[in-house]
Nanobody
Framework: QVHAAESGGGLVQAGDSLKLSCVVS????????MGWFRQAPGKVREFVAT????????RYAHSVEGRFTASRDNVKNTAYLQMNSLEPEDTAVYYC?????????????????WGQGTQVTVSS
């Protein structure tokens, strides 16, 4: 059974940095894309970032490009989201998800196993 678990969220001030981690149980982590999504209060969940199995291909939402970096360590079965220059608008619950295949996707339908989320709050 596959299980994903995020960690690293917290309360920070605008301009600070946070690094989220997502540990995925189960075999074959290195063969699947990983994605990050977020849901702000009163809003639908939205795509943030994705990284291919090799960690060499990434894609980002326009709102975070240049500030966030998605990466992974296939030995540790862990995906990361480095978030720099955080803004109050980045406040949300952040979710990681394992892709259905090696293909990166900006769509939730491209992912099958989801973590329970970690809260990120950015104060102004």
């Amino acid at each position: 059974q596959v299980h994903a678990a995020e960690s690293g969220g917290g309360l920070v001030q605008a301009g600070d940095s946070l690094k989220l981690s997502c540990v995925v149980s189960g075999d074959g982590f290195w063969t699947y894309a990983m994605g990050w999504f977020r849901q702000a209060p009163g809003k639908v969940r939205e795509f943030v970032a994705t990284v291919d199995p090799g960690g060499t291909i990434t894609r980002y939402a326009h709102s975070v490009e240049g500030r966030f970096t998605a990466s992974r360590d296939n030995v540790k079965n862990t995906a990361y989201l480095q978030m720099n220059s955080l803004e109050p608008e980045d406040t949300a619950v952040y979710y990681c998800a394992r892709g259905r295949s090696q293909r990166i996707s900006t769509n939730e339908a491209g992912y099958d196993y989801w973590g329970q989320g970690t809260q990120v709050t950015v104060s102004s």
